[in-house]
T-cell receptor
């Protein structure tokens, strides 16, 4: 049973560039959420996708956008990168049926460094 | 106000001993879920245990149990018989049933001493 996968593992970009991160959910899951985890902090919710639509968004600027594909995989795009965007980006998948509290299962993350 | 508060930045425990990691939460929703995750240095968040706000009994999963005190709004994680592999960051999280996002605390770093 494949878990949540993310690519790439690491990424180095410069200020002003754009980046795309990818996520494939756990088998059978239809909901994907994205989180940003700065060093020494807990994850912060960016947004959640369900049925190819953004279902809820956290307190992040419009530079952060996403997409969910018919196979439930998802992308996170960040435009006009800032130094403060350097973080571990975590993708989590879940079943959207509220069973077991809609437990989210996380991928290994993508570590983004902005220089 | 913080939704999730973890007041122990770091904890040490002797191998084979039990340890309690503290978590308090803040919500006005009557229905919510509480979760604990383990994050080793590799970065992946590993789901440990879930407690629903209406669950009458405390949740248990192997060596993990959740001490749920609803009136105090606390959801402490108890790890019994600590092992060296338990050394990691531990995060408490909550999801309110009126929303979809998980709120995380700042984490507790647990070190198991041989």
């Amino acid at each position: 049973d494949a878990g949540v996968t993310q690519s790439p593992t690491h990424l180095i970009k410069t200020r002003g560039q754009q980046v795309t991160l990818r996520c494939s959910p756990k088998s059978g899951h239809d909901t994907v959420s994205w989180y940003q985890q700065a060093l020494g902090q807990g994850p912060q919710f960016i947004f959640q996708y369900y049925e190819e639509e953004e279902r809820q968004r956290g307190n992040f600027p419009d530079r952060f956008s996403g997409h969910q594909f018919p196979n439930y995989s998802s992308e996170l795009n960040v435009n006009a990168l800032l130094l403060g965007d350097s973080a571990l980006y975590l993708c989590a998948s879940s079943l959207g049926d509220r069973g077991r509290g809609d437990t989210q299962y996380f991928g290994p993350g993508t570590r983004l460094t902005v220089l | 106000a913080q939704k999730i508060t973890q007041t122990q930045p770091g904890m040490f425990v002797q191998e084979k001993e039990a340890v309690t990691l503290d978590c308090t939460y803040d919500t006005s929703d009557p229905s919510y879920g509480l979760f604990w995750y383990k994050q080793p240095s590799s970065g992946e968040m590993i789901f440990l245990i879930y407690q629903g706000s209406y669950d009458q009994q405390n949740a248990t999963e192997g060596r993990y149990s959740l001490n749920f005190q609803k009136a105090r709004k606390s959801a402490n994680l108890v790890i019994s018989a600590s092992q060296l592999g338990d050394s990691a960051m531990y995060f408490c999280a909550m999801r309110e049933d009126t929303g979809n996002q998980f709120y995380f605390g700042t984490g507790t770093s647990l070190t198991v001493i041989p």
